[in-house]
């Protein structure tokens, strides 16, 4: 029976996973789809061999302490791809790891379809050449990214990005009103610390703190933090307990919720594309730790981190990394964006990053060449 691999290791990239994987279902029932990935994937009919709650790390230094995890998870992979010898693996984000686990998947004459690609845009151009030698094709969501890569010898198919597609708020926003608490006249603000437990354990605290200031200055205003679902409420309960004000924690429905807010205090990461395509205003902000950050600041060569930004190519939404992202700072600038000028300006640009995403259909054009990778190397074999 044909089976696909997946390898995501995160939440956004099992966000992807899960809807990649229904879409091969529905072209081919008989698939057996497994590996690593969340609850979407599960969702979505895969099988969960390696959960992303026990592998999800960020930044350079982080990585390190965790070596030790991620070569045992490398190894049990590898020896399931000898066990079930699947026709094709697919990576998705995660890059660190999924780069190791492409080599194994070569030398062992598997297919390797990179799906959300290393940034080799906004780092070293050497990360590209690198994934050309090692993977069967690039499926690339940005046309930059696509040019980077074919730059750098590897075999690229533009797909467009899949958010576009899985970004679809309901008509009727009135349920989730309600359930945030949004009262018509009143500023609703968002709470997005991230979907890893680092990220909570780095962010939140500054974020409740800006949301104390804010609330002097606006005292109607409502907050609300949807939670992820790779994080327990118990986990952000534990941070609520020393904030003096009444913040919502809700699950589900997360792009309804954006769409009825108005402003977002946000991690950087796939999320603020996600608000932003609910024409949701971020602060995007972020702190690692300070090693990880003098590499970053040496190695990047981009001017800005947040998504929103770099789609457009200017910095259409304020940012605040590292020593910048203080509470004082991050309520000035969440403040700032709440004024209706600055408001309507934000999601006026929001609306022109939508255009830059492609026309839709990108999780179809993945799943087709999947299919069409896996047959046709496995007819050549």
Not at 111 to 128: D, L, Y
Not at 167 to 184: E, H, M
Not at 206 to 223: K, Y
Not at 285 to 290: D, F, S
Request: charged share 20%; hydrophobic share 45%.
């Amino acid at each position: 029976m044909p089976g696909i691999m997946i390898s995501a290791g995160e939440a956004s990239g099992d966000l992807h996973a899960g809807a990649l994987t229904a879409e091969l279902l529905r072209l081919n029932s008989q698939l057996q789809i497994y590996g690593m990935g969340g609850d979407n994937l599960r969702a979505a009919g895969g099988e969960v061999i390696y959960d992303i709650k026990e592998h999800g790390v960020m930044g350079l230094v982080e990585i390190i302490c965790k070596l030790p995890a991620l070569f045992r998870l490398k190894a049990d992979m590898s020896k399931l791809m000898d066990e079930r010898k699947p026709d094709c693996l697919v990576i998705i984000d995660y890059p660190g790891f999924n780069k190791r686990l492409a080599q194994v998947a070569r030398a062992k004459g598997i297919p390797v379809i990179s799906f959300i690609s290393p940034s080799a845009w906004a780092w070293r151009k050497g990360r590209a050449k690198t994934m050309a030698k090692i993977v069967t094709v690039i499926a690339a969501i940005f046309p930059f990214e696509r040019d980077v890569y074919l730059q750098a010898g590897a075999k690229v198919e533009y797909v467009g990005h899949p958010l576009v597609d899985i970004v679809k708020p309901s008509a009727d926003l009135t349920p989730a009103k309600l359930k945030a608490g949004k009262v018509d006249g009143q500023p609703l603000v968002l709470i997005l610390p991230g979907s890893r437990k680092q990220e909570i354990e780095k962010m939140l605290p500054v974020m409740l703190q800006a949301c104390e200031i804010i609330r002097q200055q606006l005292p109607q205003v409502t907050f609300c933090l949807p939670q992820a679902n790779t994080i327990s409420r118990e986990l952000l309960e534990q941070y609520l307990m020393g904030f003096s004000g009444q913040i919502n924690i809700i699950s589900g429905n997360n792009y309804d919720i954006m769409s009825v807010a108005d402003v977002a205090i946000a991690t950087s990461g796939t999320v603020t594309l996600e608000a932003g395509l609910c024409k949701l205003p971020c602060v995007i902000v972020y702190k690692t730790a300070p090693l990880t950050a003098f590499i970053a600041r040496r190695l990047l060569n981009i001017p800005d981190v947040g998504l929103p930004n770099i789609v457009m190519g200017e910095r259409i939404l304020p940012e605040l990394l590292q020593e910048q992202a203080t509470p004082t700072r991050i309520a000035q600038e969440t403040l700032h964006l709440l004024q209706g000028e600055n408001l309507q300006q934000a999601k006026y640009n929001l609306e022109r990053m939508r255009d830059k995403l492609g026309s839709g259909g990108a999780i179809n054009k993945v799943a087709q060449l999947v299919l069409r990778i896996s047959k046709n190397e496995k007819r050549s074999t």
